[in-house]
């Protein structure tokens, strides 16, 4: 990949983006991960102003250390960048406190999606204080392949800059870009469940087998293509796509029958 130009290519369309939307600049959440390094970088990159903002919700000390020294760096690179921590820790226990305890197996989830959505929550507020845009940072694997963000929580966004990017060329961005050696070897991690899970250990496989995958669907190959491993994440990555779907695709609308409308306008 011509990373050099690609980093070009997208600081022009972010610009061009905001110019046109009539808004003044781009917030974004910045976790301490290498999707949110790379975004962040891009759209200081603009020359328009940046504001980071750091969510944590009961994070581990390295993430939320990784995430403070990219934004210092950041904010030493470029004038335009500000930056804010916003402590979510007492708000989601304040949350999980009035909503019903259940025994159920989807709990856990549901809260780690809850912590996705008050972030969506919080920067929408911060946006809306100063006209910004809230960037996503989602890259094209987890966006349009496996579907491995929280719909109206990280995919709840007004621009998606590296959506058309597979992980592994956000990571060549990141080497362009010079993020951190720390966050660049830093094992992917959602931080939604307060612990140390990985992406991988949610999926089932790494994210260099997922775009593997995601090629031989693209290819419309099938599981009789494959033994072993590499079936094995075939059938891990169609299932993941399959179940979510629903994120990616257009909200579905019940179109009402023309011959059940029978109201007429006079102007």
């Not at 950041?74 to 226990?93: H, M, P, R, Y």
């Not at 809230?134 to 963000?149: A, P, Q, R, S």
Request: aromatic share 8%; net charge negative; hydrophobic share 35%.
């Amino acid at each position: 990949m011509k990373t050099e130009k690609v980093v070009t290519h997208i600081v022009d369309w972010l610009k061009e983006y905001l110019t046109n939307s009539n808004m003044n600049g781009f917030v974004i959440g910045v976790s301490g991960g290498v999707d949110s390094a790379v975004t962040s970088v891009l759209c200081a990159k603009t020359g328009f102003p940046v504001l980071c903002v750091e969510m944590p919700i009961h994070q581990a000390k390295n993430q939320v250390d990784r995430a403070g020294e990219h934004i210092l760096h950041l904010k030493k690179e470029f004038a335009n960048v500000t930056d804010i921590q916003v402590d979510l820790s007492t708000t989601f226990e304040s949350l999980k406190s009035v909503l019903p305890q259940t025994d159920l197996e989807t709990e856990e989830l549901s809260l780690a999606n809850t912590r996705a959505r008050l972030r969506m929550t919080t920067l929408y507020y911060f946006a809306g204080l100063h006209r910004f845009l809230v960037v996503g940072t989602g890259n094209k694997i987890e966006d349009f392949g496996v579907g491995f963000f929280t719909k109206y929580g990280d995919g709840g966004v007004d621009i998606s800059p590296i959506a058309d990017l597979l992980k592994s060329e956000v990571y060549e961005l990141g080497k362009t870009l010079e993020i951190s050696q720390n966050i660049l070897t830093a094992p992917p991690t959602d931080g939604l469940f307060g612990d140390d899970r990985s992406d991988e250990m949610q999926l089932g496989a790494t994210y260099d087998e997922l775009e593997w995958a995601m090629e031989m669907a693209e290819n419309n190959r099938s599981e009789s293509d494959f033994s072993g491993r590499k079936l094995e994440v075939f059938k891990i990555y169609k299932r993941l796509h399959n179940a979510n779907l629903h994120k990616m695709n257009p909200i579905p609308v019940c179109e009402i029958p023309k011959k059940f409308r029978v109201r007429s306008y006079e102007l």
